[in-house]
């Protein structure tokens, strides 16, 4: 895998204007766009559509949560879409994500055409352990313990990745195996702020932990010269 397909742009804009703009000009220098909450929200599914024909491939990131049947609804929805990969939350429980992998397996077939990549999130990065022991009331066990345990629950299930802080890239990678999917978004390279995530690391460091995808949004959407920021993001990937 080439250094540009590992990056995963944030688009984190609320425009379609504006997240085009950025597709037409970082489609040669990322793998992938991630359309989150506030883009999709704000434009509807067409954005997905609209990037695809634009080169672009997608990961919808909707962090699906919700009784076994409306998620896998949602898996078919995905399949129709032409994502490249979307997520759930892995806290939904064995049945919620056996319910989507096998609904989406049979929509993909009915469609002819490849399965989008499915993920697991486990604990956000923006959570650390004291927000795990004292908001989520988790007090008997690590951020890393708790990670690795939905990991291997959602491999179980079918779901062919993760979405888990740099941090646990290689307890995942010991638990999962060499074929497990690893994103890891608090992403941010030395040379830009860490804003509110709390458990971060540069893309190189996260490379060289095992991670196959990295999700960086700010350092590239914001700057003054996007390209160039990612450009100096492969440069150091390739270093």
């Not at 990037?51 to 896998?72: Q, R």
């Not at 939350?89 to 077939?109: T, Y």
């Not at 299930?157 to 646990?168: A, H, Q």
């Not at 700010?218 to 996007?226: F, Q, T, W, Y």
Request: charged letters at 25%; glycine letters at 8%; aromatic letters at 4%.
């Amino acid at each position: 895998m080439q250094a540009r397909d590992r990056i995963v742009l944030a688009l984190d804009v609320d425009s379609q204007e504006k997240a085009v703009s950025l597709v037409r000009e970082l489609t040669d220098y990322v793998g992938l766009f991630k359309v989150g909450m506030q883009l999709y929200n704000s434009t509807g599914p067409d954005i997905v559509k609209e990037i695809n024909d634009l080169g672009g491939k997608v990961f919808v990131d909707l962090k699906f949560h919700d009784i076994p049947n409306t998620v896998a609804a949602a898996g078919r929805v995905m399949a129709r879409l032409g994502c490249h990969m979307f997520n759930v939350h892995a806290a939904g429980g064995r049945e919620m994500m056996r319910e989507m992998v096998r609904e989406l397996e049979e929509e993909a077939q009915r469609l002819g055409q490849p399965e989008p990549i499915t993920l697991a999130v486990t604990v956000l990065t923006s959570i650390n352990q004291e927000g795990l022991e004292k908001e989520m009331f988790v007090r008997d066990m690590q951020i890393q313990d708790l990670v690795v345990r939905w990991a291997v629950m959602a491999q179980e299930c079918g779901i062919k990745g993760v979405v888990c802080s740099p941090r646990e890239i290689t307890a995942i990678r010991r638990a999962c195996g060499k074929d497990f999917k690893i994103v890891t978004p608090g992403i941010r390279p030395a040379w830009s702020e860490a804003n509110d995530q709390k458990r971060i690391t540069t893309p190189r460091q996260a490379l060289d932990m095992g991670a196959d995808y990295m999700v960086i949004g700010r350092p590239i959407v914001k700057a003054g010269n996007p390209v160039e920021a990612a450009l100096k993001i492969i440069d150091e990937l390739g270093e």
